[in-house]
């Protein structure tokens, strides 16, 4: 039996609305009441706030490799598309760097607080070994100790071969498994096209029938503003609509961005039992607007927090996304409260995922924990731990991170690998 226990934190956030100072004890990776503690690991968060660890709920992992690329800012989304297209063409994506992008993007989780990511894949150059790139980031995160949730993505592939696959992928890299959760929870794949901007109707069904022959949960972007112009020039009719009739409007789907939305929309969505993953830190540079997201918590729907990718959100650190979010909440409605937008970041973005045992620190979640520092000048004067963990020290990075009891990051530094070593792998791999 493996024990830890978390001592002497200033204030433990348990993700179910309860800030406690007690001791935070796991059991075999497991968040437990109570246990013997002889012979535990002992963490010491004295001038720490404990909280979950972050669960990313929108991540493209593979744009790790291409941030700030010139000719991809300041620019619409209609030639934003085909210059990353072009950048993806001319490095060549295929399993290495497929793997590469996805350690550098997973350590910097790690290190940002993140102990799960959604990568939602979407390039899959034509002939590629489709299994071996998947596989590449599940090793990735499987080396670091992060949790990984990787989603067959589509845009514009043909639709028979994105299907078959991610069937293969499922049953090369969970087999024998419905439900599409590995046994010990560190490896979840799900599917989903780009949008209705990039993809046929074929797409969302044939993803859609694979994700109902292995329990998967689907996920997909919509309305951002290009989303909501494509699919009224394309098909006359609003993104929504189209998922609607398409089959992807219910509990098991997720949609990232959700800017542009009507009060009737946010009504359906609701009624639809779908979630929604807010993205600030790229639909603001992207220039798509603040999603409304105090009315579509108000109307019941479940909202987690992404980043999305590094070609529009050039950072994959949601701490700091979860300060901007707050930021400009204030410019469509009522500002939302540092300890709601941790929610999001947190079990928010767990629940769209179907994963309620994490983003929580209650008994029987998983032991996924970060230990945030609140000791110094950056924080001094704070009156609520809770709301200065978000908006004060912008950009900080936690002491300590616990993936399923296990500590991955300790003194700030990783441990489970060698920062450097990843930086230069993915520098040298993208130059060649
Ligand atoms: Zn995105």
Redesign the pocket.
Known sequence: MSVLVVRGAVAVVDGDGRVHTDDVVSVDGVIAETADLTGAIEVDATGCVVTAGLVNA?H?LLQTAFRTLPGTRGIPMRDWLPAMASAYAAAGVDAELTGLAARAGLAEALLSGVTTVAD?HLTWPSGADTVGMARAAADAAATLGARLVFVRGAARDDPQEAAASADAIVRALLPGIHGGVSDDGMLQIAVGPAGVHSDPRATFELLGEVAQRHGLRRRT?ANEVVDVEIALARYGARPLDLLEEWGWLAPDVTL??LCDVTDDEIARLAASGVSATH?PG?DVPMGWGVAPVRRLRDAGLAVGLGT??GG?NDAGHLLADARLAMQVSALVGPQLPASEVLHMATAGSADGLGRPELGRLTPGSAADLCLWDVSGVADAGVADPVAGLLWAAPGRRPRTVVVGGRVVVDEGRLITADEGEIVAHLYERVRR
């Open positions: 929108h493209h939602h972007q990232a961005h993205a790229c999305s990718g529009s």
